[in-house]
């Protein structure tokens, strides 16, 4: 995550906050990132392929 990034989520929190709920932001948008960028390079499943996988759970 770039600090700009970083920076801009702690600005869309109230003034006052908790620091769990900041560290969960800041996981949350990561994690968006990170599957924005695995869609870019073709890393993901179909939902067909996700629904078999989750039948053998």
Do not use: N
Not at 2 to 22: G, H, N, Q, Y
């Amino acid at each position: 995550m770039k600090r700009d990034k970083a920076i801009d989520t702690v600005k869309e929190l109230p003034k006052e906050f908790e620091l769990e709920a900041l560290i969960e932001k800041l996981v949350f948008v990561e994690k968006i990132e990170q599957g924005l960028v695995q869609l870019k390079k073709g890393k993901t499943q179909s939902h067909e392929k996700v629904k078999e996988i989750a039948k053998k759970w």
